[in-house]
């Protein structure tokens, strides 16, 4: 072969391992079913968080939108991903305690990521994580302390974050060792951007409504739709 | 005249390391322990003035010193509630069990007690040797854990479970430090009831023992007995820490809201039980050797014999054995049912008599004495005020009803504080000025003991009866911020500014007596007599200070210890070995030294 068409060669074949289309999966999460009755929260224990709000507030347990929307469903990738190591963002996870309510409800953070935790209530909050597999931490936030940074090293699928002042307050941190996961938002939609085309089985977690799976098979640069319906659990 | 000197002719000269470290000397031992707990008290004391600074300006950084901390205790130089957990921890472990207790045992005890029994030494040297070393171990252990992930303990004194048991790693060495803290008490008292029983001199029967060798007799009782459960709780705890079992660690615990992963079946108010089985005998073992040496220094500044000595000494012995048999009057509010509530509120109330008995002897005593006031007789009076309050405080306390409303309030804090702040370590530094000359030959200055004194009464009140006032309103301790964020506590937050500031003024007083105690070892007026208080009991019968072995020739005792204005004596205090008129000396021993 001339050189020629040999460098040609070499140029397209970086080309093609340069310009690679990923692959996109979006989605929704819906639930189905009658709607749960969802109970107010008391704050009159500490009148600063309810300073913060101007209307009820409920749990962030079940967060519906006006079609049945699902919120707080966190999706991953469970199978099919490449064996590799994915480097850690640089980009911060940011977990608010706003008017004493964790903003958001449901979080992922990769191994070595940064998780930056808020308080800019102008009252106590006590952070209280309990991994399993990670170190636990139990922190006071008095109102001077406004932020708090922690750094998680092994992975662990969802553990719980708790206010141990305020007893409503609740949140769920998942430590990744990928970047492909997502949290539905109000509208109940995700996104999961960047992947390689390859075979995937996701799912889907929720706190109180279990887990759904889906096997999704995607082209180079192709974007599908993978929805997800849960429903009360059955007694 | 003074048999200094006595001590310079000993044929069989140590090496310094054996004279002065890993000395076998009873004196040198108790001037170890003195020196460790004096170290640990001015600890201790550093620990509680940084938290009196957040309470009472709570968020706000600690002037100039706060920077010097690193982000995990106090970023930007203000306190982390984390912190000040182990600060409050620290601080009543630190006080009681390296600061208190080897000063008021180990110290006086060590120093005092053979001479004066008449002893040349404690029982068993070597014991006495590896009790001291074990407290050093226990000491630096403690302060090691400062410096761990987490820092120190910070679950509190008492180390409730299941608190304690979940909590940073601090506590795993908390736990430790204990274990050789309490080796070190047990065998301590082994030594003192050893030394008391068997080296006794001759003609010293138990009804002649000077009060402070009861009180010591008693506390040490007390620790042989109340220590060992709290070493067993403690291994347990451990075990629980490290090991995985569940001895306080009941089913079905939720952390969090959290059920955390253990076997369960363990009972956390076990721990309370076995806790509180040593730790009120332990207020006696921080009270009874204060009493003791009060009665002491009162006596000899009173210079007449004290009223009711032997009503005292049954006293004593009757606080020992009631003593543990009231630990749970610390629990009225486990809900542990109202029969056995009703048994410890009863038996409260009892122990309550013989304290009063022993401090109303002691007023009593008073009554006609030609008072000498010096800086030793000025701490030791106000002991009697200020213990009485602390007691007299208790009793509500003591009681299932006050109790609930009043448990875990700064009540409480005012309480205990005014029973061991200005009521023991006033009795300590009465103490230290009553017998400074008999350890070094030297007085220490009169001047600024007084200086010493006065503002330390001021202001040790200016920052304890404030409690009573919050406790009363229902602010509870622990708090980080004081009561900040509770409303019931607003109206008494501006009590925290002026007991804050006490605090800090009260530490300003301490720096006469550290100016004077360092200053008088080596430029202090030195003693023209062997007995410059002119004393009765037989460590005044030794050379000052005293050598290997303590007395030149063996004691024989005579009288009882306080033999002050005897009618028809040539002087006002006639020595325990004195014999009696027209008595002929038996050879080979001593006379008094006058």
Known sequence: ?235 | MSQQGHAHHDPHELPFWKKYVFSTDHKVIGIQYGFTGLFFLFFGFCLVMLMRWQLAYPEQPVPVIGKFFNDSSMPGGVMLPEFYNSLGAMHGTIMVFLGIVPVAFGAFVNFVLPLQVGAPDMAFPRLNMASYWLLVVGGIVMLVSFFVPGGAANSGWTSYAPLAVVATTGQTYWLIGMAFLIQSSLLGAINVIATTFQLRAKGLTFMRLPFFVWSQLVTAFLLVLAFPPLLAAAVLQLMDRIAHTSFFMPSGLLVSGQPLEISGGGSVLLWQHLFWFLAHPEVYVLILPAMGIVAEVIANNIRKPLWGYKAMVYSVVFIGFMSFIVWAHHMYLTGMGTAISAFFQATTMIISIPSVIILTALFISLWGGSIRFNTQMLFALAFLPMFGIGGLTGLPLGLSSPDIYLHDTYYVIGHFHYVVAPGTIFALFAGVYHWFPKATGRKMNEFLGQLHFWPSLVFMNGIFFPMMIQGLAGVQRRLYDGGAQYAHAKDYLDLNVMMSWSAWLLAIAQIPFIINFIGSLFAGKKVDSDNPWEATTLEWQTPTPPGHGNFLTQPIVYRGPYEYSVPGASKDFTSQNEPPAGASQPAGTSQGVH
């Not at chain 1, 209307?55 to 199978?79: C, D, K, M, S």
């Not at chain 1, 449901?106 to 597999?133: F, R």
């Not at chain 1, 409504?209 to 098979?217: D, E, F, I, N, S």
């Open chain 1, 1 to 235: 072969m001339k050189p020629t068409n040999l460098l040609f060669l070499a140029c397209v074949a970086v080309f093609l391992a340069t310009h690679t289309q990923a692959a996109t999966i979006t989605g929704l999460a819906k639930f189905e079913g009658e709607k749960p009755n969802l109970k107010e929260i008391k704050m009159d224990a500490d009148p600063i968080c309810s300073t913060h709000h101007s209307g009820p507030v409920y749990p962030q347990t079940i967060v519906l939108g006006e079609n049945g929307e699902l919120g707080n469903i966190f999706v991953r990738v469970i199978a099919g991903l490449p064996k590799t190591e994915y480097p850690a963002p640089q980009t911060e996870v940011v977990i608010d305690q706003k008017g004493c309510m964790y903003d958001p409800h449901v979080a992922g953070a990769m191994v070595g990521q940064t998780v930056k935790i808020l308080n800019p209530d102008g009252t106590l909050h006590n952070v209280h994580a309990l991994p399993k597999v990670n170190e636990e931490f139990n922190l006071a936030m008095p109102k001077f302390r406004t932020e708090v940074t922690k750094v998680f090293d092994k992975v662990e699928f969802m553990f719980p974050l708790k206010c141990d002042v305020h007893p409503w307050m609740g949140a769920w941190i998942a430590i990744m060792d990928n970047p492909y996961f997502a949290t539905t938002g109000a509208d109940g939609k995700f996104t999961l951007n960047d992947l390689p085309a390859g075979e995937y089985e996701l799912e889907a977690w929720h706190e109180k409504l279990g887990t759904q799976t889906a096997k999704v098979t995607l082209a180079e640069g192709e974007s599908k739709e993978v929805n997800f319906s849960f429903s009360k659990p059955s007694k």
